[in-house]
């Protein structure tokens, strides 16, 4: 990710800090942040978050397509990651690909887990048709912990994400084609009361941190990222960067992350629900639905 | 440990941001390409040209001050353009030959070369090839620095110099940027704050915090004869709880003076800082809690006659 320079008397003292950082925070304090919503104009729903000074907008788009030949009776939701030459000069060129791809894999790997998202939802007809979401993420700002709002943008905007009713079939050569409603209030939410938020757990000195800015994480020996469920129940784990952990450390890591996630994610949970109900209120716009003719 | 504390997303409702108090701008206050007078006869300073038809313009958004015949536009905000005698904090990027290349915020990267510093022995000489190969050992990239503007090139390069006992290697603290113009030059620029902590206010808008006198990390810049050949050791620097605590109080309100877009100096932070008491340390990131102190600040600086 984007390492900044430190010279050794910063590192100095951002390691030494015990339980007070270098802005007062403790070890498991997360900084301030906001949501905006309708970032994005012609999507499905679209979630602009922001923690620190990191900052990120999510968009969802739904489409008809093709369930996978070995998950005939599911749905799929792809991910896909842009780190944009504006939030690090590391992303330059195809500089932020590799990272961009690590975090498409964190986040399908998290959302994989049987439990976390019922993908048989999204199926139409078994074989033939299924919900497609593809979820598009593109990062403004890197100031640290990027995967974690990442996370928490995405499980908001799937929460927000409207999926258009079938209402009925159309017949082409014989073969039913679901329509899409074109009403813009007849559409489903997606449960995701229990998809994960990952907390990922950089260690600075001889502790685990959270939310961690810039600084720490170039003063971090690699990272532990785990996807956590409301009840604190760890969906993955996934180790970046370069570092070495003693079992009893990964065991540590993964209680911290277990109780710091159910709290971030319940409060997730909250401000779906409170998104939900301002979607309502506030003037719906057109959607642009795809139109087979 | 209370898990996930202070975790908060707030939902942004455009309507509730909109700005009810802007401060007003000054009379003399210009954009790029006002004409601030057609008459003859003034000499053009910073911030103006003349135009074709003879009447002079302003090139910068800012106020205009005229000294004399001498017309100036002070711009607001941009980039940081050093002057000789400025105090600056800056980060080793380059070690070249017989000089270090400095970023100090500005267009062009400050030099520091090496007979503009004090050698670490305190001697007085000619500096030989020997110092040369070991210029890492004083200073090497990622160091943080303060320093004195000496001299500008031509090109606009800033010359540094560390050759006082006040400026040299920074020891353990930590930094925070501010827009430049919100540093004011003032005769003087590091300070000791009687809470223990020292705050070095660079005129390039780089702010070192730090709970060692001067910020300076002991032993690396020493009059001559005084030091007894030790090198200094950074582990044994011993920074208490409270010191940590004040630092981190001391950024939060620098980030609230620049939020509220404040000049910075010792008395704002000192005011700020005891505005910002009523708050834990860690609340004082809290947007609204920013907001606060910030027109606290300014209510009271401009009730004690300083520019708001």
């Known amino acids: 990710m984007a390492e900044i320079l430190l010279s050794e008397v910063e590192k100095y003292y ?20 906001d949501i905006d919503l309708n970032a994005v104009t012609n999507s499905h729903g679209s979630i602009r978050a922001r923690l620190g000074e990191t900052d990120v907008i999510v968009a969802t788009k739904v489409d008809l397509g093709t369930p996978d030949p070995d998950r005939p009776d599911r749905g799929t939701i ?27 894999r964190i986040l399908s790997i998290a959302y994989d887990k049987s439990g976390t998202i019922d993908l048989k939802n999204l199926c139409i007809t078994p074989k033939k048709y299924c919900y497609v979401i593809d979820v598009d993420i593109l990062v403004l700002q890197c100031g640290g912990n990027l995967i974690d709002v990442i996370s928490m943008a995405v499980k908001l905007c799937l929460g927000i994400c409207e999926l258009p009713r079938v209402t009925g079939l159309r017949y082409d050569l014989g073969q039913g084609v679901p329509v899409f409603s074109t009403d813009e209030f007849e559409f489903d939410y997606l449960d995701v009361k229990n998809s994960p938020v990952v907390v990922t757990l950089p260690r600075v000195g001889r502790y685990f941190v959270v939310d961690a800015s810039l600084e720490e994480e170039s003063c971090s020996k690699g990272k532990l990222a785990f996807g956590v469920t409301p009840d604190g129940c760890v969906t993955s784990i996934d180790k970046l960067g370069r570092g070495c952990y003693q079992v009893k450390s990964i065991q540590a890591a993964t ?27 506030a003037d719906p716009k057109p959607l642009s639905m795809p139109m087979d003719i | 440990m209370s898990a996930g504390s202070g975790f908060d997303l707030k939902i942004r409702d455009g309507n509730n941001e909109k700005n009810t108090t802007l401060p007003t701008a ?63 904090v800056g980060r080793i990027v380059k070690v070249m030959q017989k000089r270090w290349k400095v970023d100090i915020n500005a267009p062009l990267e400050g030099v520091l070369l090496l007979s503009s510093i004090n050698l670490p022995s305190g001697e007085l000489r000619r500096r030989s090839a020997e110092d040369e190969l070991a210029m890492r050992e004083i200073l090497k990239e990622g160091d943080m620095i303060s320093a004195e503007i000496q001299s500008v090139y031509n090109d606009g390069t800033l010359a540094l110099h ?12 930590t930094l925070i940027k501010v827009p430049a113009s919100l540093i004011k030059r003032r005769k003087a620029h590091i300070h000791n704050l ?77 005011y700020s ?36």
């Open chain 1, 255 to 281: 209680a911290m992350a277990s109780t710091v996630g159910a709290n971030v994610n319940n409060t997730i949970n909250m401000r779906i629900d409170s998104l939900r109900e301002l979607k309502l209120r």
């Open chain 1, 78 to 104: 792809k991910f896909l990651v842009d780190c944009s030459p504006t939030a690090s000069p590391d992303f330059e060129g195809r500089g932020g690909d590799e990272l961009a791809e690590k975090i498409c």
């Open chain 1, 14 to 33: 951002l390691v030494m800090g015990q339980d007070v950082r270098v802005d007062g925070r403790s070890r498991s304090d997360y900084r301030q942040g």
């Open chain 2, 162 to 173: 560390t050759r006082s006992v006040k400026y040299g290697k920074l020891g353990p603290g």
């Open chain 2, 26 to 88: 000054p009379q003399n206050f210009v954009t790029p390409g006002t004409i601030i007078t057609r008459e003859p006869g003034f000499m053009r300073g910073h911030g103006t040209y003349v135009f074709k038809d003879g009447s002079l313009v302003a090139s910068v958004c800012g106020t205009v001050e005229r000294v004399n015949k001498l017309v100036t536009v002070k711009g607001v905000g941009g980039v940081y353009n050093g002057e000789v005698g400025d105090v600056v």
């Open chain 2, 194 to 270: 009687p809470i223990g902590i020292s705050v070095i206010l660079g005129n390039n808008g780089y702010i070192w915090i730090s709970p060692l006198a001067n910020g300076r990390m002991p032993g690396t810049n020493m009059e001559q004869d005084e030091t007894d050949g030790q090198k200094p050791v950074l582990e044994e620097i011993k920074i208490t709880g409270t010191d940590r605590f004040a630092v981190a109080r001391i950024k939060n309100c620098v980030a609230a003076l620049s939020k509220a877009w404040l000049p910075i100096y010792d008395t704002s932070l000192m």
């Open chain 2, 273 to 308: 800082y005891d505005c910002s008491m009523k708050y834990e340390c860690k609340e004082l990131l809290k947007p609204e809690a920013l907001k606060e102190i910030g027109e606290l600040v300014r209510e009271q600086m401009s009730t004690e006659g300083y520019m708001a």
